[in-house]
Every structure is written in structure tokens, then in C-alpha cells.
């Protein structure tokens, strides 16, 4: 997290004083780190470049266009799992040809929207699926090139709601099930079958669940390849955690050096779906104190930015750090970090100590790039946060703050009201 730094006393995003730039575009307000961003990315090229390799860039995380089209200019595809993703994915200049399209349901026209525009793949994750989609191509007369997205039955070791690879989730096709699934797309006349999907969990801090599924995910290619069904593409998913507090999840490197010996003498392209470890860190989320309220055995510090601009702690009790926006030598206290929206769970950081902060003072949520503001929502009617890009000492506004008319727009009142 070395781009949002101290400088006397000061945080910094890059060269820029956070200060300055909350003061120019207001509070709540994500700013993000270029430098970091790139030195993510460049992470996971470096890391891979002994192997064919495709890094999809999992646009969940974060879609603003500016973060895909870097993203795009660093050479990535995307990891999209909706059919506005895919339309933001290729406006933003990355090529159909490295596009992923996952989710459970996929509806016929966004199947019908990829196909068109000839993606990579679909990672199936059904039979039901896997039947519609060989039909929306007949009906287009094309071919629908396949992964099957199978579930490895493997446990991440991390938060039950962002975990997917057990046999419980709703994710993939069960590894038992795995060689019919194949055999009956491979029978199929409009779809064709060209990789093996997996996607175990996300904020793994440990690269050993992704060895024990990749270890199924080659019993299951060698079994088809038997069948003589061959598989050109292994996309793991993606799933590397970040460090929230004090967490030591894998570099990129740590999982290549893994996984690697794995894939020698196999003739496949791997494919990697980051989101989190590309963005979650390269990100910020400033605000600024209300009001100081006395709570019972501890205090709160009622803030500008609530659940719906960083969802996180309030649905997973995600940990994340809260910093002063300028140092202080104060005492500390036991906060709860807490928002204006109307809910006890609107919360950003809870049974907290923090350092004394005072009305009007501006603090840092830290690590919110990823599943940030792509979670953000309207609730309570809020304009949902502008977003800042900083590169050195230059800062960009990459997303304007939302307007109470944009509140209203796309609403009808019909004539009888
Ligand atoms: N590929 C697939 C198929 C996925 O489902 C996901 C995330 C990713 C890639 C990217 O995973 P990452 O590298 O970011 O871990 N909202 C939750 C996280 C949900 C993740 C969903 N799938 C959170 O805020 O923690």
C-alpha cells in the first residue's frame, strides 16, 4: 500500500495531498493510486510470462472506465459476468478475443450480445446453461466457444459469503459431474469446447486451496483428454486476497511459483481473473467526521460516507483500516465508525481504537478500491461518491459525484398522480 503514504504528518495519495484533493472535489470521494495500479498488474505479467498466459481482469471489482481501459492498456483482458460488463469491457478497447463471461445466469440476450461479438469463452456453470447457449447460437448460426466452470469442492479458508468453490454454492458444475457435462458439450453441434474453469472464493490468503482444486482440475484434463476431448484453455479464477490489516496473502509470484511445475509439458493457455489483488489496495475512500456522539462505553464518529458508498464492513464485517487524513499525537478512543444511513449495520469500522478525531476532520478508509464503489448504491437516496485518479502529482477526475437529478433519472410518474 506504499502509494498512499505519510508525508509530514500528511497523508498522500502518490505525490498528491489527500487533503487537497477532498478539498477539490468534496467528501465522500474514492481516490485511487495509477502507480499502484500498474505495479498490480505488471505483478501478475511478471509473474506468468514463462507460460502462455491471459490475465482477465475481473471487472466486478471496480468498472470505472478509466481503471478497465488501463487495465486494457496493460495488455489484460476481462473476467465480465453480465452483459453491462461485457459492454464496458469493450468499449473500453479490450479486445473480445480475451473476454471471459462467468455468472449463474446468464440470460439469452447477453448470450446472444457475446456471441456477436465473438469473446473468448463462456465459463458454463450448467447444464441448463450450457443447453441455452448452444441453442442461441444455433439460432445465430455460429459456434459458442465453451469452458465448463466446475466447482472442485475445495474449502478457500476464507468468509463463508465469498467463498464458491464447495459443493454447497450455487457455482459451477460438481467435479463428479464433470466428464458428463463435457461429453454432452463436446456432442453438441453450436457450441464447442475449449477450456476448464474454476473459481474457488475470493481474499484468499493461502495459495494451497488453489494447488488442491488445480490438482482436480488436471485428474479431470487428463480424464477427457482420454475421452479424447481437449482442453486448450485453464482459467483458475481469480481469488488472491490483499492485505486489510495484518493479513500475508500471496504475491502473484508465490501462487506462479506454485502452480507453475504444475502446468509444465502442458500445451494450454492459463487464464487468471484477478479483481481484488489488482485494485482493493490501489484504493481509498475519504470522508469526512459530521458529528462526535457519546455511545455507551464508547464513542461515535458519525462520518459523510456510509453503507451504500463501501458496503463491505456492514454485509461481510469486513475489516477495514481507518487512518487520520492528517496525523495527530491525540489519545485514542473505542469508535464505531458509523454513517448517516438509517440501519444499525451502517457501520465502516466497529469497536474500534482510533485516534481522537474532531468534527470536520477528514479520515481515510483504507484498502476500498476493490468491491467499492462497484457496490455502491443510491440507499437512502445519496448520490453515490466521485471517483479521483492520481497519478504522480497530477489528479483526474474519473467520475463525477452524483446530483439529486441524477437520483431521479429513468423515474415516471404516471398521468393520474
Ligand atoms: N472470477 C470469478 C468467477 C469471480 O466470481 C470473482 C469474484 C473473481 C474472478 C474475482 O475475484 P477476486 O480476485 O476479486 O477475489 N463482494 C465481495 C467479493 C465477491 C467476489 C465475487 N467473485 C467482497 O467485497 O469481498
Same mark, same amino acid.
Given at each position: ?63 470505472n472506465s478509466t481503471i478497465v481501459k488501463i487495465a ?186 506454485h502452480i507453475l511445475p504444475m502446468l509444465k509439458n ?25 458529528? $462526535?456522539? =457519546? !455511545? *455507551?462505553?464508547?464513542?461515535? %464518529? ?6 451504500? #458508498? @463501501? /458496503?463491505?464492513?456492514? +454485509? ?72 479521483? $485518479?492520481? =497519478? !504522480? *502529482?497530477?489528479?483526474?477526475? %474519473? ?6 437529478? #441524477? @437520483? /431521479?433519472?429513468?423515474? +415516471? ?5
Amino acid at each position: 500500500m506504499d502509494h498512499f503514504k505519510y508525508k509530514n504528518g500528511h497523508l498522500y495519495a502518490e505525490d498528491v495531498p489527500v487533503e487537497k484533493i477532498a478539498n477539490d472535489f468534496g467528501t465522500p470521494l474514492y481516490i485511487y493510486s495509477y502507480a499502484t495500479l500498474i505495479r498490480h498488474f505488471k505483478a501478475y505479467e511478471e509473474s506468468f510470462k514463462s507460460i502462455k498466459h491471459l490475465t482477465c481482469y475481473a471487472l466486478k471489482a471496480n468498472s470505472n472506465s478509466t481503471i478497465v481501459k488501463i487495465a486494457s492498456k496493460e495488455g489484460c483482458g476481462a473476467d465480465v459476468v453480465s452483459g453491462g460488463e461485457l459492454y464496458k469491457a469493450l468499449k473500453n478497447g479490450i479486445s473480445p478475443k480475451k473476454i471471459v463471461y462467468a455468472g449463474v445466469g446468464k440470460t439469452k440476450d447477453e448470450i446472444a450480445f457475446a456471441i456477436n461479438k465473438g469473446i473468448l469463452m463462456f465459463n458454463v456453470e450448467s447444464l441448463d446453461e450450457l443447453l441455452q447457449i448452444n441453442d442461441v447460437a444455433k439460432s445465430l448460426k455460429k459456434q459458442a466457444p465453451i469452458a465448463l466452470r466446475i466447482n472442485p469442492d475445495i474449502d478457500p479458508q476464507t468468509h463463508p459469503y465469498i467463498s464458491t468453490g464447495l459443493k454447497k454454492h450455487k457455482f459451477g458444475i460438481p467435479i463428479e459431474d464433470a466428464l458428463e457435462h463435457f461429453k454432452i458439450a463436446q456432442s453438441l453441434a453450436n457450441t464447442k469446447v475449449l477450456g476448464i474453469h474454476m473459481h474457488i472464493g475470493s481474499q484468499l490468503t493461502n495459495v494451497l486451496p488453489f494447488v488442491d482444486a488445480l490438482k482436480r482440475i488436471l485428474k479431470l484434463k487428463y480424464d477427457l483428454k482420454n475421452l479424447g476431448i481437449e482442453i486448450d484453455y485453464l482459467d483458475i479464477g481469480g481469488g488472491i486476497g490483499i492485505n486489510y490489516n495484518d493479513e500475508k496473502p500471496p504475491h502473484p509470484s508465490e501462487l506462479s511459483n506454485h502452480i507453475l511445475p504444475m502446468l509444465k509439458n502442458l500445451d494450454i493457455t492459463l487464464i487468471l481473473e484477478p479483481g481484488r489483488s489488482i485494485v482493493g489496495n490501489a484504493g481509498i475512500l475519504v470522508t469526512k467526521t459530521l458529528y $462526535l456522539k =457519546k !455511545g *455507551d462505553g464508547k464513542e461515535f %464518529i458519525i462520518v459523510d460516507a456510509a453503507m451504500n #458508498d @463501501l /458496503i463491505r464492513p456492514s +454485509i461481510y464485517g469486513a475489516y477495514h483500516r481507518i487512518e487520520p487524513v492528517k496525523k495527530t499525537k491525540r489519545n485514542t478512543i473505542l469508535a464505531d465508525v458509523v454513517g448517516p444511513v438509517c440501519e444499525s449495520g451502517d457501520f465502516l469500522a466497529k469497536d474500534r481504537e482510533i485516534k481522537k478525531v474532531n468534527k470536520g476532520e477528514l479520515i481515510a478508509v483504507m484498502s476500498a478500491g476493490a468491491y467499492g464503489f462497484s457496490m455502491a448504491s443510491n440507499y437512502n437516496s445519496r448520490p453515490r461518491p466521485a471517483e479521483v $485518479l492520481v =497519478k !504522480g *502529482d497530477n489528479n483526474y477526475l %474519473i467520475r463525477k459525484r452524483e446530483t439529486f437529478r #441524477d @437520483l /431521479i433519472k429513468g423515474e +415516471i410518474i404516471p398521468d393520474f398522480i
